[in-house]
């Protein structure tokens, strides 16, 4: 099928639908329908099925697990509207977006942003086309709510750095390739000795072990560097530069955790579609209980609503240049809101709802049970509920500090 985007010619919206709807009726595994995207889930070591690699690289040829990010580093180059008729499509034929994880979600943008024209081209094509994973080195033992109080150290070796020190908290850790890490390289200026630091996970020196959960997973780990040595050419931005880039992709994973982002696509099938098979339902449909009938109504509304506002935040973002401070809104209100759909959840299904493992139990009501224990880390992971309090008065509200 010969791509109207490489014709020369702008395509209509129309022209495009078309095209998407060809390319996915060519190239989507139909024994993929309806199933989920592996790289966003919570423990996951990428072993793909065959039909999974083949619709991965389908997709990463065109750019498309990256809609909108430019096409010279490998995205697909598409406007706002392309990119919303690709997810139509996708939605329609039961399709994922098999490109996903933190390249995705938080490095690839701060580095188009931030990267020079030499990590551009090495390090952003290959998250376009989901062959490799990136993991966050940010939090320390001692580093979390106050993350400038970061001590992994990078000292200067001339054409290189050494690194010591330790991360917690890397999600994905034991899996991943690459590592994007804050490292001070200056002990004198607690935010501007911060530095931010491209690491091999596979290096001399680097150590991860598993942190296991109260649901039963092991999604994150420790990590431990030990004079790891760390090229210069692999320092993003100038020494001093990673509080202000740390920040910046914070902004991004904020997004993304928020119902603005990947949260919005892990909430699983409506509640009132589940309280049917747990619940009595009258002859046209309608649940007799009419108190949890309202309170799945309540939340519905207020969860599309919640949407609603992450859209146009979102578009209002792009365009004024990126991800702005209103990110804490959303991460706030919309991880409130996941861990309040888990509750409800677990109510719905009741007795089934408490099981763990064994027999009795279907698989997606014990993933239900751990889906709520591990919700449970969504309020604190990528900047907790409090220190978005603090951002918002601070950066959106505009209230200053009273001494």
């Given at each position: 099928?010969?791509?109207?985007?490489?014709?020369?010619?702008?395509a209509?919206e129309?022209?495009?639908?078309?095209?998407?709807?060809?390319?996915?009726?060519?190239?989507?595994?139909?024994?993929?329908?309806?199933?989920?995207?592996?790289?966003?889930?919570?423990?996951?070591?990428?072993?793909?099925?065959?039909p999974?690699?083949?619709?991965?690289?389908?997709?990463g040829?065109?750019g498309?697990?990256?809609?909108?990010?430019?096409?010279?580093?490998?995205g697909?180059?598409?406007?706002?509207?392309?990119?919303?008729?690709?997810?139509?499509?996708?939605?329609?034929?039961?399709?994922?977006?098999?490109?996903?994880g933190?390249?995705?979600?938080m490095?690839?943008?701060?580095?188009?942003?931030?990267?020079?024209?030499?990590?551009?081209?090495e390090?952003?094509?290959p998250?376009?086309?989901?062959?490799?994973?990136?993991?966050?080195?940010?939090?320390?033992?001692?580093?979390?709510?106050?993350?400038?109080?970061?001590?992994?150290?990078a000292?200067?070796?001339?054409d290189?750095?050494?690194?010591?020190?330790?991360?917690?908290?890397?999600?994905?850790?034991?899996?991943?390739?690459?590592?994007?890490?804050?490292?001070?390289?200056?002990?004198?200026?607690?935010?501007?000795?911060?530095?931010?630091?491209?690491?091999?996970?596979?290096?001399?020196?680097v150590?991860?072990?598993?942190?296991?959960?109260?649901?039963?997973?092991?999604?994150?780990?420790?990590?431990?560097f030990?004079?790891?040595?760390?090229?210069k050419?692999?320092l993003?931005?100038?020494?001093?530069?990673?509080?202000?880039?740390?920040?910046?992709?914070?902004?991004?994973?904020?997004?993304?955790?928020?119902?603005?982002?990947?949260?919005?696509?892990?909430?699983?099938?409506?509640?009132?579609?589940?309280?049917?098979?747990?619940?009595?339902?009258?002859a046209s449909?309608v649940?007799?209980?009419?108190?949890?009938?309202?309170?799945?109504?309540?939340?519905?509304?207020?969860?599309g609503?919640?949407?609603?506002?992450?859209?146009?935040?979102a578009?209002?973002?792009?365009?004024k240049?990126?991800?702005?401070e209103?990110s804490?809104?959303?991460?706030k209100?919309?991880?409130?809101?996941?861990?309040?759909?888990?509750?409800?959840?677990?109510?719905?299904?009741?007795?089934?709802?408490?099981?763990?493992?064994?027999?009795?139990?279907?698989?997606?009501?014990?993933?239900?049970?751990?889906?709520?224990?591990?919700?449970?880390?969504?309020?604190?992971?990528?900047?907790?509920?409090?220190?978005?309090?603090?951002?918002?008065?601070?950066?959106?509200?505009?209230?200053?500090?009273?001494q």
């Amino acid at each position: 099928m010969a791509s109207l985007a490489k014709a020369g010619a702008p395509a209509s919206e129309t022209d495009f639908r078309r095209e998407v709807q060809q390319f996915l009726s060519e190239s989507f595994p139909p024994e993929l329908k309806g199933k989920g995207n592996p790289v966003t889930g919570v423990e996951s070591d990428l072993r793909e099925t065959e039909p999974q690699r083949r619709w991965r690289e389908a997709m990463g040829a065109r750019g498309w697990g990256t809609p909108t990010w430019p096409k010279e580093y490998g995205g697909g180059g598409l406007s706002r509207k392309q990119a919303a008729i690709l997810n139509e499509e996708l939605s329609r034929a039961g399709a994922y977006n098999p490109i996903g994880g933190m390249g995705v979600m938080m490095f690839g943008p701060t580095l188009l942003e931030y990267g020079n024209e030499q990590q551009k081209q090495e390090h952003i094509p290959p998250i376009c086309r989901g062959e490799i994973r990136w993991c966050q080195g940010y939090s320390e033992p001692n580093a979390g709510s106050d993350l400038a109080n970061l001590q992994t150290t990078a000292e200067d070796k001339g054409d290189h750095y050494l690194v010591n020190g330790q991360k917690t908290w890397t999600s994905g850790g034991q899996w991943a390739d690459k590592c994007f890490c804050l490292v001070r390289t200056d002990r004198s200026d607690k935010h501007k000795g911060i530095s931010f630091l491209l690491m091999d996970m596979r290096a001399a020196g680097v150590e991860v072990r598993p942190i296991r959960m109260i649901s039963g997973l092991s999604p994150f780990c420790e990590t431990f560097f030990t004079d790891v040595k760390v090229p210069k050419e692999n320092l993003v931005g100038r020494e001093g530069e990673g509080w202000t880039i740390g920040k910046r992709l914070l902004q991004h994973e904020r997004t993304n955790l928020s119902g603005g982002g990947s949260m919005a696509r892990m909430m699983g099938p409506r509640l009132s579609d589940l309280a049917k098979k747990y619940h009595e339902a009258d002859a046209s449909g309608v649940l007799t209980d009419k108190v949890l009938r309202d309170r799945i109504a309540d939340f519905e509304i207020r969860w599309g609503a919640f949407l609603l506002t992450a859209r146009r935040a979102a578009e209002e973002s792009k365009e004024k240049g990126g991800v702005s401070e209103i990110s804490s809104v959303l991460k706030k209100l919309g991880t409130k809101l996941s861990q309040e759909r888990s509750e409800l959840t677990i109510e719905i299904m009741g007795l089934q709802g408490l099981g763990w493992e064994g027999e009795g139990f279907s698989d997606a009501e014990l993933a239900g049970v751990r889906a709520w224990l591990f919700g449970k880390a969504v309020t604190i992971y990528g900047g907790s509920t409090e220190i978005q309090n603090n951002i918002i008065a601070k950066r959106v509200l505009g209230m200053l500090d009273h001494q």
